[in-house]
């Protein structure tokens, strides 16, 4: 198993992408076991608000690519299912951020609630590079957060960027010491535990109800794009190039 879940504090639930010797890269079974996790939050009433954070003082490499070479597999792959249990959550989510925060591993914390980086964190979407094309919603989300032009930037480039960046262009909400990340994430997440839990349901609907919609539309429409371009020989020989290095 490389998520683990368990309950640290009173109403605080702690998930942990735990595979750092592939950077916490993630696998279908992986994106299911998140996607569970989140769900089973939701229904869960010992459980107020989610921290995600990953092992070995990484979050996460993004997808598995040697996942993405299976291309008898059609569509964009199984990162979807996480993306729309984020996109569907209830109960807010905390990111805790060190290392490196890859792919789906930067465009999942634009459905985070809060999220933290260590400052020496490395961010990237590196879609274009490895043939691919935006996933996650970003597409929509980044050119909102970001603005369009460093949006573009960032997404045609796919250039390495760090936390104070990556504040900037809204992805996360600060960068903090390098290795503080989850004691800041806790500490909020515990002050969430404790305020009127209805309240913060509610108030999470309402600020993501205006976008909601239109980020899930957009997850699909990105789905159908990133599902051509992952089985394309672009993607196929860049993700040879990874795996062989
Ligand atoms: N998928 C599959 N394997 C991965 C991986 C990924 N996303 N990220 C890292 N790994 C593997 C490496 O192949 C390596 O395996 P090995 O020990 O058998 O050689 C191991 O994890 C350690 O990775 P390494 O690159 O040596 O670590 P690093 O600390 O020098 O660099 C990263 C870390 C995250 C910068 C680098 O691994 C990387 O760029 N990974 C790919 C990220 C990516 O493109 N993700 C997909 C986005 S759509």
């Known amino acids: 198993m490389t998520i683990r879940t368990e309950t640290i504090r009173d109403g605080v639930r702690l998930l942990t992408m735990d595979r750092p010797h592939r950077r916490n890269a993630l696998d279908p079974a992986d994106y299911?076991?998140?996607?569970?996790a989140i769900e089973g939050a939701d229904s869960?009433?010992?459980?107020?608000?989610?921290?995600?954070?990953?092992?070995?003082?990484?979050?996460?490499?993004?997808?598995?690519?040697?996942?993405?070479?299976?291309?008898?597999?059609?569509?964009?792959?199984?990162?979807?299912?996480?993306?729309?249990?984020?996109?569907?959550?209830?109960?807010?989510?905390?990111?805790?951020?060190?290392?490196?925060?890859i792919g789906i591993g930067t465009t999942m914390l634009l459905h985070c609630d809060f999220a933290f980086a260590g400052r020496a964190t490395r961010f990237r979407v590196p879609f274009v590079p490895l043939g691919l094309c935006p996933e996650g919603g970003s597409s929509y989300l980044l050119p909102q957060v970001a603005g369009l032009k460093r949006a573009t930037e960032l997404l045609m480039l796919g250039d390495q960027f760090d936390?104070?960046?990556?504040?900037?262009?809204?992805?996360?909400?600060?960068?903090?010491?390098?290795?503080d990340a989850l004691a800041v994430a806790l500490e909020r997440a515990e002050r969430l535990a404790a305020a009127p839990a209805e309240s913060v349901e509610a108030t999470k609907l309402l600020l993501r109800r205006p976008i909601r919609d239109a980020v899930l539309q957009t997850l699909d429409v990105e789905s159908v794009h990133f599902g051509k371009r992952r089985q394309s020989a672009e993607a196929q020989a860049a993700f040879a190039g990874f795996m062989r290095r």
């Open 32 to 36: 299911q076991a998140l996607a569970t």
């Open 163 to 179: 936390a104070d960046d990556a504040a900037e262009a809204g992805l996360i909400n600060r960068a903090v010491p390098d290795g």
């Open 44 to 101: 869960d009433p010992d459980v107020r608000v989610s921290v995600l954070t990953g092992a070995g003082g990484v979050f996460t490499s993004g997808n598995d690519i040697a996942s993405f070479q299976d291309v008898q597999t059609e569509g964009a792959g199984a990162g979807m299912v996480l993306l729309r249990a984020l996109v569907c959550a209830r109960k807010p989510i905390i990111a805790a951020v060190e290392g490196f925060a």
